[in-house]
């Protein structure tokens, strides 16, 4: 018995069982011509870049692990990291606003979402630096009757809080809207069949419904959070000058040589990126285990042995 494969043959092996097939892949010239030339332009890029003065590598190493920028990618890094914290927690509370029996509740999320997600991010970090002029001082007590204290907003208020404010407000709208996505992925069903176990509610949310839903959340989670890392560049408007890009742009002001100095935030804004892109995909992988239907080969074998038996099998169990 010989089966065809392209121009050869395959011969049968020992105890009628099919020798592995010898696959041989396609040659495609085209593939190879078009790594060819993307690899040329990216050599004659790299070449460009390295030989043009205007870039000023010597100026970029200078000032690449100077004091002030490390410590402004300091101030970078704790902006993303409480904005981001407090938009995931506001943004949890209004994703369970949003999907409340409560018409008022859902209608109050509805609104904040439609307001931060509706203005730019830029807009609104402009009102918040204006917060201490508009609102001078808060008063506590019994509105329209008696106010027991007045607290000044200027010295309530620091620039650096009032940009954490404004950028995690605006990313709970969006942090929202990605967990109702996720918990709503995880079908009635499963609640349903932990009910009927005997699970509670905290077990259902905590062992059925978050691990399924954080496989949707992650990803989105993620890209937010290195989106925060870039938006923290815009906290200028609250004004916030000692993050990373404001501190790169006063020491290009004062060297009169801008184009090293924004290379060196972009480097250190892609060192950032780079290592919660790394971070994304160990959670990804983590929160996708059990998901994946990828077949051992084991169970490969174990299939095809039981397809093949179920196929030699004739009417009366004989083969």
């Given amino acids: 018995m010989t089966t065809v494969i392209g121009r050869g043959t395959q011969r049968s092996g020992p105890a009628g069982q099919p020798e592995a097939i010898r696959a041989v892949p396609l040659r495609r010239p085209g593939r190879l011509i078009a790594a ?3 690899l040329v332009l990216l050599a004659l890029f790299v ?5 043009n003065s205007a870039y000023d590598w010597g100026t970029f190493g200078r000032y690449l692990f100077d004091k002030r920028v490390s410590q402004a990618a300091l101030v970078t890094l704790s902006l993303t990291a409480l ?9 949890v509370v209004l994703a369970v606003m949003r999907m409340s029996q409560n018409p008022v509740l859902r209608w109050v999320s509805w609104g904040f979402l439609w307001f931060f997600r509706g203005t730019p991010v830029y807009v609104q970090l402009v009102f918040w630096g204006l917060m201490v002029v508009i609102y001078k001082q808060v008063d506590l007590g019994i509105p329209f ?8 907003t200027g ?6 809080w009032l940009a954490v404010i404004g950028l995690s407000l605006n990313e709970s709208a969006y942090m929202a809207e990605i967990v109702r996505a996720g918990v709503s992925s995880v079908d009635e069903g499963q609640t349903e069949a932990a009910t009927a176990l005997g699970m509670s509610w905290g077990q259902t949310i905590n062992r059925v419904v978050l691990p399924q839903a954080m496989r949707v959340i992650i990803p989105p989670t993620g890209n937010e959070l290195i989106s925060m890392l870039k938006t ?7 004004p916030l000058t000692t993050e990373l890009y404001s501190k790169t742009r006063d020491l290009a002001v004062e060297t009169f040589n801008p184009i090293p100095l924004l290379l060196v935030a972009s480097a250190w804004y892609l060192f950032f990126t780079s290592i919660l892109m790394v971070g994304q995909y160990y959670l990804e992988r983590y929160f996708a285990r059990g998901a994946s239907r990828t077949m051992s080969a084991r169970q490969l074998q174990s299939l095809a042995d039981a397809q093949a038996g179920n196929a030699g099998a004739g009417p009366g169990g004989h083969q």
């Fill in 36 to 38: 060819v030339i993307v």
């Fill in 47 to 51: 070449y460009g870049a390295a030989t």
């Fill in 83 to 91: 904005a981001m914290l407090f938009a995931i927690i506001l943004g």
């Fill in 145 to 152: 009757v008696h106010q027991f204290a007045h607290v000044k």
């Fill in 155 to 160: 010295g309530l208020f620091t620039a650096y």
């Fill in 232 to 238: 923290t560049s815009l906290v200028t408007a609250v």
